[in-house]
């Protein structure tokens, strides 16, 4: 429900072993490249999501046929659908609807769709995204909020993108991967979401070389065949567990995640102070008495994710010392300092920095999630404060971690969800 609550009590150390869910980003982009083919894909791993129930509605809307089996699973079936607008009250709930315009538009020739939504983080401009397939041959106008593309037949092209943007870099290399000839994408984002998009396109039968590096070339196919595919873990899931384990002295071993996900937080929580154990698809995470404050940047992958930057400042709200974290991706991406102060920390915010001076102890507050990551910062400082904390708005927490209230009880924080 939009009005439900989380009731956070501090001071629990955090202890226990939590199983990472799939990846949200990595399910919803592969969720749109099932329209390519005609025939059945099966998805597994797929997580509970309120985005994830978004795309299933948007591609329902086109007349796609979509199932929950057991397990996680989803059936998703192609084979014939006609309708190729994805309209405003679905796709202004989440910006990656945009990634069923490229498939739209090498199945349909032509898609309609409205101007996205989502988490008020940033501009995110859809440009890189027309300017792709224009390259491809489309002719693409937007109109009273809507974008709307046609094209006879989609030829491959080079594509520079100013930015290495995760969704346009996705939504070109679907619509690439059928089309006419060949398509270079320079500057393109190497995010793993994007090697595995690029993995399960090259498993229906694409061809792509370059997945991971800034260039990727894909090879136009005729057809492509129906998978049966399993996401990779949410690495920005794990990354919030880590802080937990870290901001709470606690000791928490993260399963089913690959450390080479998330790189950067684990060298920055170990410059922290942090203790970290990794085997090849888990991490045992040791929370020290007192955490060592460190500065940050944000940067597009293999840099330190945008997506953790949030969580990582509630971090830095006790650590001993000044940090600065530098946010070089979103643009407005500070939202949750105001409710953080109102907690008790030191942040003062100079453009695109946000300097924080460590404080001894966090107070509880009623504060508000403005966004999905800047929502579990707060739960993270909830999780120290002394007192107890009222979190509201917390639909926004539901759009990307599942069970988030029960896997927190689990590992023994005193959390829960109360209806308003």
Not at 13 to 34: F, Q, Y
Not at 319 to 331: D, M, N, R
Request: charged share 25%.
């Amino acid at each position: 429900m939009d009005s439900d609550k989380f009731i956070i009590t501090g001071g629990k150390r955090l202890e226990g072993s939590v199983e990472i869910s799939g990846a949200k980003n990595s399910a919803l982009s592969i969720m749109a490249a099932t329209l390519l083919t005609k025939d059945v894909c099966i998805l597994r791993n797929i997580p509970h999501l309120t985005d994830v129930d978004t795309m299933i509605a948007v591609i329902r809307k086109l007349g796609i046929k979509v199932e929950w089996k057991e397990d996680n699973t989803l059936y998703i079936d192609s084979d014939y659908f006609n309708n190729y607008e994805a309209p405003y009250e679905l796709v202004k709930k989440m910006r990656a609807s945009i990634l069923v315009m490229g498939p739209l538009l090498a199945r349909l020739n032509k898609a309609k769709i409205s101007l996205p939504g989502g988490c008020a983080i940033g501009a995110r401009p859809v440009d890189f995204h027309i300017k792709g397939f224009e390259t491809l041959g489309a002719q693409v106008e937007v109109e009273k909020g809507y974008i709307k593309a046609e094209v006879n037949k989609l030829r491959g092209g080079d594509i520079y993108l100013d930015f290495p943007s995760l969704g346009a870099t996705e939504n070109i290399m679907m619509a690439a991967s059928l089309a006419e000839g060949v398509t270079k994408i320079e500057n393109a984002a190497k995010d793993p979401e994007v090697v595995e998009l690029g993995n399960f396109l090259i498993k229906m039968g694409a061809k792509i070389e370059g997945l991971g590096t800034d260039l990727i070339k894909i090879n136009g196919v005729k057809k492509l065949n129906g998978v049966d595919y399993n996401i990779i873990p949410d690495r920005i899931e794990a990354g919030t567990y880590m802080i937990a384990a870290a901001i709470t002295s606690g000791d928490i071993l993260i399963e089913k995640i690959d450390p080479l996900l998330i790189k950067p937080l684990i060298v920055k929580l170990e410059e922290a102070g942090v203790k970290i154990k990794q085997e090849k698809d888990f991490i045992e995470v040791i929370g020290p008495n007192s955490i060592n404050a460190v500065d940050i940047k944000t940067l597009p992958y293999p840099g330190f994710p945008t997506d953790i930057q949030p969580q990582f400042m509630a971090l830095s709200c006790v650590a001993k010392g000044t940090s600065v974290i530098t946010e070089t991706v979103f643009e407005n991406r500070f939202a949750h300092t105001g409710d953080l102060i109102r907690m008790g920390a030191d942040i003062k915010v100079e453009g695109r920095s946000a300097i924080i001076k460590g404080v001894k102890k966090l107070s509880a507050a009623p504060v508000m999630a403005s966004d999905l990551r800047g929502g579990a910062a707060l739960i993270l400082a909830g999780l120290v404060a002394d007192g107890t904390t009222e979190l509201s708005r917390i639909y926004h927490l539901d759009r990307g971690y599942v069970n988030l209230e029960k896997k927190l009880t689990a590992l023994g924080a005193d959390i829960h969800r109360v209806e308003e």
